[in-house]
T-cell receptor
């Protein structure tokens, strides 16, 4: 079975609203997590990362929360803009590996103007 | 800003033919990866490469696949005898250390006919 999964395949929000994208992971040994944004026909683009010794990390308009107790990761996007429309993937880095990332299925975010 | 570059952007090949996908990772990076993404699906790990050798590979990366870093700047993925199911986007990624951001290229779309 897959190690990383997403609760919702699609999310539609109004421009200006906040978005929350969720992710579940199953490897308790994973020690590093990344959120990627992928626009159509392009490669994954780094948004934000978090290490397992943290539970929250903030970037510009984005916040990642990590709950190790329930193995849950979320990405919050503040004041969502049309340019945020894309597929969002969470990825985990299994501790001890050479850094290969295990990706979840992705959530498609659509922002309505 | 440094970036991972991949060529070609699109490759069409006949079943049974060999293909070589090329990547130029970011120059001071030490860890290199190939991933693939079948249309509409998640990004899947193929292989990681460090210190001029394969460090990990997935079950997808069978005897038909090989990787090389021939000259210190290029990183190639060869598929010896392509199958229809090899049709996918192939992404190269690199990073300076494990547990840091992995930078992805824009991908090569491989179509096997």
């Amino acid at each position: 079975g897959e190690s990383v999964g997403l609760h919702l395949p699609t999310l539609s929000v109004q421009e200006g609203d906040n978005s929350i994208i969720n992710c579940a992971y199953s490897n308790s040994a994973s020690d590093y997590f990344i959120w990627y944004k992928q626009e159509s026909g392009k490669g994954p683009q780094f948004i934000i990362d978090i290490r397992s010794n943290m539970d929250k990390r903030q970037g510009q308009r984005v916040t990642v929360l990590l709950n190790k107790t329930v193995k849950h990761l979320s990405l919050q996007i503040a004041a969502t803009q049309p340019g945020d429309s894309a597929v969002y993937f969470c990825a985990e880095n299994y501790g001890g590996s050479q850094g290969n990332l295990i990706f979840g299925k992705g959530t498609k975010l659509s922002v309505k103007p | 800003e440094p970036e991972v570059t991949q060529t070609p952007s699109h490759q069409v090949t006949q079943m049974g033919q060999e293909v070589i996908l090329r990547c130029v990772p970011i120059s001071n990076h030490l860890y290199f990866y190939w991933y693939r993404q079948i249309l509409g699906q998640k990004v899947e790990f193929l292989v990681s490469f460090y210190n001029n050798e394969i460090s990990e590979k997935s079950e997808i990366f069978d005897d038909q696949f090989s990787v090389e870093r021939p000259d210190g700047s290029n990183f190639t993925l060869k598929i010896r005898s392509t199958k229809l199911e090899d049709s996918a986007m192939y992404f190269c990624a690199s990073r300076y250390r494990t547990n840091t951001e992995a930078f992805f290229g824009q991908g090569t779309r491989l179509t096997v006919v």
